[in-house]
């Protein structure tokens, strides 16, 4: 039924009032609307009834309404052509904008998704700073340290030799006081 329907539709002549023509195009709108007047002016019962030369000027002027009918078409398949490789141009345009598009999505995604490791390194590197800096503090308390027990060693070094010194003195005033007992011994017996 639908072939039926269309084919009884496109039979139906078409009235003059139902021709929409658009007034963005280069095309000259009221010079065609003249033209398909006159068109539709004409009749086939006008073309039986009139005389010879009437006939001929309405058929010449047939053609010549027929001839700028077509000028006009080659305009407007012109500007259709160009209006469908704009179309297409832009196409090409949009989806490379959309590709792009969906490559900076991928990455922010992948930014997103890499954000929580790269949050954990900053964390990490934080700890791992904070670790350094505790055993440097280690570091200069132990070498502190060492510096003090290196001082006591030098002090116990030096309170040694003084007290060997000593102790060297006081052997040799024994040695003396035991020289000056034998003399002493020696003088008394």
Known sequence: MDKADAARKTAQAIPFSDFVVESRSRVEVPRILEQLKKISALKIDDFILSSGSKLENAVKEMFSVIKDLEGHLRDVLTLNASLQEETR???????????????????????DRDMPRVQDLEK????????????????RQ????????????????SAAAKVKEERDDAYRE??????KLKSFDRASR
């Open 89 to 111: 141009d832009a196409k090409k345009t949009t989806d490379r904008l959309q590709q792009d598009r969906d490559a900076a999505v991928q990455r922010a995604a992948a930014f």
């Open 174 to 179: 024994i040695v003396v006081m035991e020289d």
């Open 124 to 139: 990490r590197l934080e700890m791992t700073i904070g670790e350094v800096e505790r055993f440097r503090m280690l570091y």
């Open 142 to 157: 132990e070498q502190q340290k060492a510096e003090k027990a290196e001082a006591s060693q030098q002090a116990v070094a």
